[in-house]
Structure formats: C-alpha cells, structure tokens
C-alpha cells in the first residue's frame, strides 16, 4: 500500500498516528498552496464539480503577499490588473485605492475573495506537504503533511508560488550578532520599529529598492550593501480618483481583453517601431512619455529593446541619466548607475525615490564588490575596510525563484524516481505545466511557461481554467491517468531555449537562468514567447485532444490502455513538433 510506504519515510511518529486512526482523507484534488495561485485553482476546480483541498504551509491565505509584509512592499503590476477576472461582480465591486497597490491592501483583497466565495472551509492551514508518491497501480498521489495528516487524491496541483523559498543567507559570524535579524520576504508580523536605529539593508533587488527610502525617513542611520547596481524606473504610483475607477469599471472587459492579448499580460502593447528607426529626439520623447507613466511597461516602448543590443542600448542610456541626475554625490552616481547588463535582461525594479534617498546624510552604500562582507560581529557587520556599528540587519537577498519551492517536498512520480532527480540537470516540462514519470500532476505557473515574465495574474487564470478544461475532458471520456509524453517535453525545452536564446536574457546572471543561488543548473527557466503565444499554444495542445498528453483508461500499472499516444505528438521528432510550435508563437515583445 502507497500510504504504508509514505509513512515508512517521513517523520514516523506522525505517521503511525494518523495510521492507527485511519486518518488517511480522500479527495478529488489536492491543491498545494493558498495564494493567487492556488486560490484561483480552487475555483476553476469547483466549477467542474470537484471535491477539493488546499493544503498552505502559513497561518493564513495570502502566500508571497502574506508574508513579505516589508515597509513599501508594493505590487509593480498596476492593481485593477493584478486581480481575479472570473467575476464581473468582484471587479465592479471592489474599490482600489491606488495604481500599484501596497501589500496590506493586497492581503485585504485576497481574504476578501477568500471569504466572498466560501474558499477558507477548503483550505487547511499550518499543513506543509513533506511528501508526496504516486501510486502507479491505483493512479492516486498519496500526499503526507507537517501536521500529521494523510491525504490521497486523484489529482496533486503545485501552486507553490515562484517567489516563495526565500535565500537566507549564512554569514561568517552570524549567529555572533547581538541585535535583529530579519528577511524581507519573512518579515515580522508585529510592528518593527526603525526610530533611532542603525539598519542595514543587504541586497538591492526589488525589496530592497522599495524599503529604502521608507526605512531612511525612519532610522538614524541606514547602510545598504549593494553587489550589482540595479535598473529601476519610477513607480508613477498615484491615488486612483472615483472617476478613474469609474472609467476602468465601465471597460474592464476591453481592459481585460487587451491584457491577454498582450506579450506581458501586462495591456501595454509594444511599439510597432524599432527603437533604432527612430530619430534621437523621437526616442527622448517617446522614451519620457514612458518614464512619466508606464511603470515597468517602460520595456515595451519599442518592440526590440529585449531582442537587440543596440536597440537596448538607447533605452538603457536614457534611463542611466535619470538615474543619474538625482543623486547628487558624483562618487555615489558612479557605485549606483547600472552599466554591467542590459535593461530588463534582469528583472527591473519599479521603485519610488530609491536613488534620491542616497542624498540623506543617514544614508551610506557599501559596493560588497569593491568592500566585500568578512564577517558579522557582535556589534554588526565587518567588511574588508571596517566594521559599520548596527542594531538592525535586513536581508533582502531574494528568492530560489521557479523550482525552490517545487524542490523542497520529495515528490516521487513513478519507479521511485524523484523530481529532484528529473530536474537535476534543470526542469523538464511540456508547456511548463507537466513532466514525464509524474502522471497526473499539473504545475502552475512554473518553469516553461510566461510565469514571471508576464502578469502573473493573467497566466495563473489562463492556466487554472486550462487544468479544470482538461480534467473535464477527461471525465467525459472515461480517463484516469494522464501523463506528459518524453517527446513531448524534449521538444517544448527546446522550443524554450530557442525563444530565449532570440532575447538578451541570457547576457546576464539572474533569477531567470538560475544564477542567482550556487550549485543551481544554469538554465532559462521561463516561457519568452509571450502571453498571446503561450495561450494559443494551449488552445491548440486542447483542440488537437491534448497533444503530448498521454491519456489512459487506467493507470499503466494496473495495465491501463492508452486513449490517446500524446495525440500523435509521441510519434513525431523533436526537432519536427518544436518547428510547428515556432510557427504558432509570438515573439518576446512582438
């Protein structure tokens, strides 16, 4: 029995208990992960009728927005389209209170919609899956938890999140430091308090860019620790007036529609011009425009600024001198203007008054490259030329982004193999939502798909409703195990590579190819083809009844048929079936 061996490997005293009681519970789909993910798939799984449990590691709902709770945490996706779209009663309802939403008001909305559609009775909470088997024989995932509980399900969907296993350093001396340690993305749930305090911020990604020039109005004094200076372009965050938010509502589907139809989800269309068909004057103003409004859609203001050097070079040298000219120390410009990678190569920052907070007299920058970190002492941090006296260190040193958080239960498909083992070379998947020897496993927005490249929001939709289709699908014509084709998945990696390596994504180290945590595989891991692609990539894998889906009437164990061969996909080449995706897909900014 799969349950036996489950418990025969992890934490036994849990498991002899919940054995000895029978405690195993039966479901229909286990969905692992309450955030917008996972909250999402809940829904379209609902809808197809479906007994369903979410099981969430944390206290509460909410996942990277539950607990990245950091001073200025704040989407970079404008809010009216960092939000559900399945119901026109939610849109018209709820009231945003600014064009990128802050973290506390996100939270507000999510547990709204968890309440508002009954989601919380389906969702049991401080329950961490540890492992999970398939059992090849009954065709069911056999999933154990944290808490003591057994669960065997049908189904086992992955909404863990991209950005949910956070890197936590490990310092020479730090568990010497006498003061308060803390991590972005685990911040304190009571009230940290910054006055009169010496802080500082190591990292300066995202979160870090954010919670400098609230953390600077605050301490006495704050030093950030910068390795690789950062692109950012301003937030042009504003308060949305009722008149704005009546325009939107009266639109939201036309909003909508111009979002998935978009490269980025994000409703900015791309530039029809190459940036370097324009004249300097034309690019200064088209490039201003942007500046002043666009946020991160700033990358889509010519449709090569990702696809050519020269083309990003403009965009990179106008930012360079925003950049520039507000800070006001020349030695300090210098450390903090980007010139190492193109823009956007890695994920850009949207921050509000990051650089201008360099001009306080609290504020120091330490480059670790120039300065690298010795040590932490009692008293602080020691670096190559001193030792700077702190009461307070922040690491906002980022993410395992795409796979952490996939790679951190045991997952165990069939032969005893394990994901860990099929990805050890990076992940393997077919349209970024399965992999070959785990049946019945879907992944949500993970590696292979737009995932963070796109407008998470739009792709964890699209990708929901995709899973619920197809498990309809299978329902109607009597299928039990459903298994991605190794033909399959060796030509979508391919297709994969083909389209990042069009990009300037992989002139640069980053979270996208893995170089961000050491020992980590050196592969691109999201979908450059675009939103748009991608969903016709779908539409078609659907209509051609789920081509490089293996499908069977029983589990191949129990000596199951096969409905379906991957819709022929298992029986064509590679090279052939990536050529024919090529043909179907949009360009990264086209």
């Known amino acids: 029995m799969i349950i036996v061996q489950l418990i025969g490997k992890v934490q036994p005293e849990f498991w002899a208990r919940a054995l000895n009681s029978m405690a195993i519970k039966e479901v229909d789909v286990i969905v692992v992960g309450a955030g917008f993910g996972g909250l999402r798939a809940l829904h379209a799984l609902r809808q197809q009728g479906k007994k369903v449990q979410v099981i969430e590691a944390s206290e509460d709902v909410g996942g990277v927005w539950h607990h990245n709770g950091y001073p200025g945490a704040r989407c970079d996706v404008e809010s009216y389209d960092y939000s559900y779209s399945f119901s026109p009663e939610l849109e018209q309802q709820w009231v945003w209170s600014e064009r990128y939403a802050t973290q506390p008001e996100i939270l507000r909305y999510i547990r709204h919609v968890v309440e508002r559609f009954d989601m919380r009775k389906?969702?049991?909470?401080?329950?961490?899956?540890?492992?999970?088997?398939?059992?090849?024989?009954?065709?069911?995932?056999?999933?154990?938890?944290?808490?003591?509980?057994?669960?065997?399900?049908?189904?086992?969907?992955?909404?863990?999140?991209?950005?949910s296993s956070p890197k936590t350093p490990s310092l020479p001396g730090q568990d010497k430091f006498g003061g308060q340690i803390i991590h972005s993305a685990l911040w304190p749930k009571e009230p940290v308090s910054f006055a009169g305090k010496r802080v500082a911020i190591i990292g300066t990604g995202s979160s870090g860019m954010q919670m400098t020039p609230v953390i600077a109005r605050q301490a006495a004094h704050l030093t950030v620790?910068?390795?690789?200076?950062?692109?950012s372009v301003p937030a042009a965050n504003a308060p949305v007036s009722p008149e704005e938010d009546r325009q939107v509502k009266a639109n939201y589907r036309q909003r909508r529609e111009q979002a998935w139809n978009s490269p980025t989800g994000l409703g900015f269309l791309p530039g029809k011009k190459s940036a370097l068909e324009a004249s300097p004057q034309e690019r200064a103003e088209v490039y201003e425009a942007a500046w002043s409004r666009l946020g991160y859609g700033f990358a889509l203001t010519y449709f090569d600024i990702l696809l050519n050097k020269e083309a990003n070079d403009t965009a990179a040298e106008f930012i360079r001198q925003k950049?520039?000219?507000?800070?006001?120390?020349?030695?300090?410009r210098e450390k903090l203007v980007p010139r190492d990678h193109a823009f956007a190569a890695r994920r850009p920052s949207v921050d509000d008054g990051y650089f201008q907070a360099f001009n306080r007299d609290n504020v120091q920058l330490v480059d670790v490259r120039e300065t690298p970190i010795v040590e932490l002492t009692a008293s602080g941090i020691r670096t190559q030329t001193e030792e700077h006296h702190l009461d307070t260190i922040i690491f906002a040193t980022g993410f395992d982004a795409f796979t952490g958080s996939l790679l951190k239960p045991e997952i165990i498909g069939r032969e005893g193999l394990t994901l860990k083992q099929k990805w050890a070379a990076g992940p393997?998947?077919?349209?970024?939502?399965?992999?070959?020897?785990?049946?019945?496993?879907?992944v949500l927005v993970g590696p292979g798909s737009p995932s963070l490249l796109s407008n998470v929001m739009v792709s964890i939709e699209e990708q929901s409703d995709?899973?619920?289709?197809?498990?309809?699908?299978?329902?109607?014509?009597?299928?039990?195990?459903?298994?991605?084709?190794?033909?399959?998945?060796?030509a979508w990696v391919a297709h994969v590579n083909a389209r990042a390596q069009e990009?300037?994504?992989?002139?640069?180290?980053?979270?996208?190819?893995?170089?961000?945590?050491?020992?980590?595989?050196?592969?691109?891991?999201?979908?450059?083809?675009?939103?748009?692609g991608y969903r016709r990539l779908?539409?078609?894998?659907?209509?051609?009844g789920y081509e490089g889906f293996a499908m069977r009437d029983q589990p191949l164990d129990s000596g199951?048929?096969?409905?379906?061969?991957?819709?022929?996909?298992?029986?064509?080449?590679?090279?052939?079936?990536?050529?024919?995706?090529?043909?179907?897909?949009?360009?990264?900014q086209r």
Not at 517 to 531: E, I, L, N, S
Not at 560 to 570: D, E, F, K, P, T
Request: charged share 20%; proline share 4%.
């Open 122 to 163: 389906d969702i049991r909470f401080n329950c961490r899956m540890e492992r999970a088997q398939y059992d090849a024989q009954g065709g069911r995932w056999a999933v154990a938890c944290s808490d003591g509980s057994l669960w065997s399900a049908h189904y086992l969907v992955l909404a863990v999140g991209q950005l």
């Open 225 to 231: 620790f910068q390795r690789t200076p950062n692109y």
């Open 323 to 332: 950049i520039a000219s507000v800070i006001e120390k020349p030695q300090l």
């Open 428 to 442: 393997v998947t077919h349209l970024g939502v399965g992999t070959a020897g785990f049946p019945n496993l879907f």
């Open 466 to 490: 995709w899973f619920a289709q197809m498990i309809h699908f299978m329902d109607l014509h009597g299928v039990r195990e459903v298994e991605v084709t190794q033909a399959a998945e060796q």
């Open 503 to 532: 990009t300037l994504y992989l002139t640069a180290d980053s979270y996208y190819n893995g170089a961000e945590v050491a020992g980590k595989p050196r592969v691109f891991m999201p979908y450059t083809g675009g939103v748009r």
């Open 538 to 544: 779908l539409r078609k894998c659907a209509d051609h």
């Open 560 to 588: 199951g048929q096969i409905l379906n061969s991957g819709a022929g996909v298992a029986d064509v080449a590679p090279r052939d079936f990536a050529a024919v995706l090529v043909g179907d897909a949009d360009g990264v």
